[in-house]
């Protein structure tokens, strides 16, 4: 079940993606389902990989940033016209549920991503000791977030589960949005999330 997406060969309008997360996550495995090739294990990324993809009719310039400490730091340079953004979980590890919460809030401060709506993926859901997206939600402590829309989808990477459904979102919110700038009433606080768990 792979996503309904496919790797460009003229872009147009781009929009910006971008996908964070902690290392081992599960990121570049994500962005290979997204680029309909195989998924294969791959080296911890070093820097970003960047892909041209054309998903659900709207075409993305999907960067996947590397997640270990020291590639975090540099995250916040390519902020900059973000349209929409993944952050990605590994929902087996429970250990590194604070150090990822705490990532996600300092993310979310970035002026860059002011207002840019958050799809979580609660991934590796196809393991046993994955946690359902509602936790991944309490860990993640989403309720919390008011200044945008948001999302929790649980995925697998190497399935495709559940990635059409977090793509789907995305296209919805980033219209909705455009729509709202075009009628000039884009600042309005934003207090909505959803939880979404294929178990
Ligand atoms: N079972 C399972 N394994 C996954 C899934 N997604 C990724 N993996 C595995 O998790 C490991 C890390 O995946 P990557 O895609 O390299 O993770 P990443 O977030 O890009 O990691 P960095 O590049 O270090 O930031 C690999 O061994 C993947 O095969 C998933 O949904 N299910
Ligand atoms: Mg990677």
Wanted: glycine content about 6%; aromatic content about 6%; overall charge neutral.
């Amino acid at each position: 079940m792979g996503a309904n997406c496919a790797a460009l060969q003229r872009p147009r309008r781009e929009h910006k993606m971008m996908v964070l997360g902690l290392d081992n996550a599960g990121k570049t495995s994500i962005l290979l389902q997204m680029k309909q090739v195989a998924v294969v294990p791959v080296a911890s990324t070093v820097g970003f990989n960047l892909e041209s993809i054309r998903c659900q009719d709207l075409d993305f310039a999907v960067w996947d940033l590397g997640g270990e400490a020291k590639n975090r730091q540099m995250w916040r340079i390519y902020f900059k016209n973000t349209i929409s953004f993944i952050f990605v979980f590994d929902s087996t590890d429970r250990g590194r549920s604070v150090e990822a919460r705490e990532e996600l809030k300092e993310v979310l401060k970035d002026d860059n991503l002011r207002g840019v709506c958050l799809m979580v993926l609660a991934n590796k859901s196809d393991l046993p000791e994955a946690m359902s997206s509602m936790e991944v939600a309490e860990e993640l402590e989403l309720a919390h977030i008011t200044d945008r829309k948001w999302s929790v989808q649980s995925t697998s990477a190497t399935s495709g589960q559940g990635i059409n459904q977090a793509i789907e979102w995305i296209k919805e919110t980033i219209s909705e949005r455009e729509y709202k700038k075009n009628l000039g009433s884009s600042r309005q606080t934003i207090r909505e999330g959803s939880v979404n768990d294929n178990k």
